[in-house]
Nanobody, 124 residues
Framework: QVQLVESGGGSVQAGGSLRLSCAVS????????MGWFRQTPGKDQEFVSH????????DYGDSVRGRFTISRDNAKNTGYLHMNSLKPEDTAVYYC?????????????????WGQGTQVTVSS
């Protein structure tokens, strides 16, 4: 069974930075595509970023492009989301997910396994 555990969330002031981690176990992480999504109460999950199995391809949602950077370390079975210049509107629960086929999708429904989520709160 593939399991994902996020860490690194917390509270930060606007303009600050955080790094989220997603540790993956129970599967071949190096063959999975990985994505990050976020959700606030009453809203659908929002695509944040995704990265290919080898790290060669990545993409970002419009609201975070230029501020967030996705990366992965296949040797450590861990993915990361580096968040800079944080804004209050970035406040959400952030989830990492993996896609077994390695295909990069924008839609949450296409991802196979999910972490439990980590809260990020940005104060003004």
């Amino acid at each position: 069974q593939v399991q994902l555990v996020e860490s690194g969330g917390g509270s930060v002031q606007a303009g600050g930075s955080l790094r989220l981690s997603c540790a993956v176990s129970g599967g071949t992480f190096s063959s999975f595509a990985m994505g990050w999504f976020r959700q606030t109460p009453g809203k659908d999950q929002e695509f944040v970023s995704h990265i290919s199995w080898n790290g060669d391809h990545s993409d970002y949602g419009d609201s975070v492009r230029g501020r967030f950077t996705i990366s992965r370390d296949n040797a450590k079975n861990t993915g990361y989301l580096h968040m800079n210049s944080l804004k209050p509107e970035d406040t959400a629960v952030y989830y990492c997910a993996v896609q077994r086929s390695g295909t990069l999708y924008l839609w949450a429904d296409e991802y196979d396994y999910w972490g439990q989520g980590t809260q990020v709160t940005v104060s003004s």
